[in-house]
């Protein structure tokens, strides 16, 4: 009922009907009882039945198909047999309680490990008969590890004499009793409190009710959670929130419940028991039933001992706290040394700054000048001041890490790069309070980085001269031709001014030739002079495939001369690149003529080399160089890029360590791989033009491929 009325229905008005199928013939009284509810109920039929049941479900069965039979019920059934589908209304809903008698049959054996006999008692009822054939049953399962005797023959003077006397290794289970052997009738609860009270051995039950009166307990049939469990669904189809009932479910798992009385009584152990146990009428311990009076004087005596141990070690903590400093300071400063580390903090709020002796040093003070944040402002590079405070700007707003490098120019002149490092520091509001960093002398590796830089743009000058030289063949072609040229149109042009009259007409058109042919070989002049300057890297967009074009252009003699055709492989759209005008082709140049240098070497070369270009997902573009000539040796795949090793006769083994080198600036890298069948592809990569954001240049090249000796194009 109380679970019924939780639902929070209302006034809800409870009918109770009780039918004792177990002591009174149902064949007889069976009838009668159903004449008195319907009678009863005839102007006054209920929402829902709550039928709780045992047995074989007959009355169950009578009541929902002929007297209520379009009322829900909610069964809450306890017995052994199958359930009566057949016979059921589809309106029954509820549960059917399963004893759990091997459990607690096992439970007796963990509880107690050395029992060696077990006595079950029972009545002669038809109900008790019920139980004690189950548990003959399950007692099979167990033979071998207890012997079991069922007494079933006894009356209860009997039953109660016998269990006085039991041996230490004994354990009683008793299923129920409606009527002993002597035909008198019982309640089972009365005479489970019976045997329990003259018992000289633990006693175990199947139902709750056997742990209120002092038996040990067992895998149970709780009806407290039976009734709550019936009362829930009850209360749900009354709200309307049930539509379809469910068919009856079949509920075997007992509730593992025992008294803390008798498992002191017997010396059970509680650790034994299992994890999910019920353990009823524990008593509480001194701790429970004093705790807060305990506690509060433990809080008591704990703050006193706090205070008097605070003063104790009060001043033992100040003076290792003021060690701790010392020797944190002094280890900071000596890692700082080492390190060659300055270090800076910023209150933001008073705009107070303190340095280390090592920041201090870099930027050109003494250990006494005072230095404050515009002081440092205002030895920051021209060139680099802008930068600086604008990335202080976006720290100031955002506080997140930065890292930047710049220069600072010191009294006298003296120019000094540095490294500097910052985070934030914010208070529990999130608001930036503080900045605090570091700072890194890089004036010599600085420096030590131009100057690599800078023989670097020498070896590649030098390179560049050195590949002139190689290529005059092709230079003097190239020029040739328009010289060449305007000769013969000058002479033509001479000719008619000497007729009689001049074809001005005439020589405004070979004129015009000769502006063409001067422009061609103006061309190939600045080409050879880009090659010839030694400049820094001069970033800017590039279009790779006129790129390509002006250097196969200067080979193409060489190739002539050596029956080599050049195919070259890249597509309408592909975006323009970020390189240097002079140092990228020189890349390319100085491939395509190792690529020449191999094909001479191998007498029996297919005379093909091919030009691919690709553009990747990453955002570069990639262009292979690959020949048909012997291929790599494997060990030489790794030190061809080495400065000086080389593997031609008359070789500096500088060209390739040079070009990646300029692709290594370019943000690209240079490498080199044996082709599956012969010959040997070179490839480096380059950055796309960021600003082009993978866009096809302003003026896309055309698709060219060459199969024979090239020819101009």
Known sequence: ?????????????????????????????????????????????????????????????????????????????????????????????????????????????????????????????????????????????????????????????????????????????????????????????????KIVDRA?????????????????????????????????????????????????????????????????????????????????????????????????????????????????IQRFRLRRAEKNLRDSHAFMELATTAGRLGLWVRDLASDQLWTNSRLRSILGYGEEDPITVQEIYDRIHPGDRNRVLSLFETFMMEGKSFELECRFLLPGGQE?????????????????????????????????????????????????????????????????????AILSNAQAAQRFLAADPPNLKEVREILGDVVADDKRASEVIQRLRALARNEPLNFSPLDLAEVIRDVVKLTHVDAVENNISCTVEYRDDLPPVWGDRVQLPQVLLNLLLNAFDVMKESPDHEGRIIIRVVQEQDGMIRVSVSDRGKGLNENSLDKIFDPFYTTKRDGMGMGLAISRSIVKAHGGRLWAENNPDRGATFSFTVRVDRRSNGRPGSQPARNFERSTPLGPL
């Open 416 to 484: 000094r790069w540095a490294l500097v490092k910052g985070n934030g520091v914010l208070d529990p509001e999130g608001r930036l309070v503080r900045a605090q960093g570091v700072m890194l002398d890089k004036t010599d590796s600085k420096r030590d980085e131009i100057e690599a830089d800078r023989q670097r743009q020498e070896a590649a000058h030098i390179q560049r001269v050195s590949m002139m030289g190689e290529l005059a063949a092709s230079l003097a072609h190239e020029l040739n031709q328009p010289l060449t």
């Open 1 to 193: 009922m109380t679970a019924i009325a939780r639902a929070g229905l209302g006034s809800i008005e409870f009918d109770t009907e009780y039918f004792d199928a177990g002591r009174f013939p149902e064949r007889r009284l069976g009838p009668i009882f159903l004449q008195y509810l319907r009678e009863k109920y005839s102007d006054h039929r209920p929402d829902v039945i709550v039928a709780i049941s045992s047995g074989n479900f007959k009355m169950t069965t009578e009541i929902t198909n002929f007297i209520f039979p379009d009322v829900p019920v909610v069964l809450e059934g306890l017995t052994e047999k199958e359930i009566p589908f057949a016979d059921l209304s589809p309106r029954v809903t509820g549960h059917v309680q399963r004893v759990d008698i091997l459990g607690t049959l096992k439970l007796i054996l963990r509880l107690q490990p050395d029992v060696r006999r077990i006595v079950v008692i029972g009545g002669t009822a038809a109900f008790d008969r019920m139980y004690l054939e189950k548990t003959a049953e399950d007692a099979r399962s167990l033979a071998g590890r207890a012997a079991f005797e069922f007494w079933t023959d006894r009356s209860m003077g009997e039953l109660q004499k016998g269990v006085s006397s039991l041996k230490r290794d004994t354990a009683v289970l008793y299923t129920a009793m409606f009527r002993d052997a002597a035909g008198e009738t019982f309640v089972p609860a009365e005479a489970a409190q």
């Open 200 to 312: 000289s051995v633990p006693v175990y039950g199947l139902f709750s009710g056997i742990v209120d009166f002092g038996a040990v307990g067992g895998s149970v049939i709780d009806f407290a959670t039976m009734g709550t469990r019936a009362g829930e669904l009850a209360g749900r189809i009354l709200q309307g929130k049930v539509s379809v009932l469910k068919p009856i479910e079949s509920v075997k798992a007992g509730v593992s419940m025992f008294n803390w009385t008798a498992l002191q009584r017997w010396r059970i152990e509680e650790s034994r028991l299992p994890v999910d146990s019920i353990v009823k009428y524990r008593l509480p311990s001194v701790w429970e039933k004093y705790r807060w009076f305990t506690v509060e004087i433990l809080v008591v005596i704990a703050i006193q001992a706090v205070l008097i141990f605070a003063l104790i």
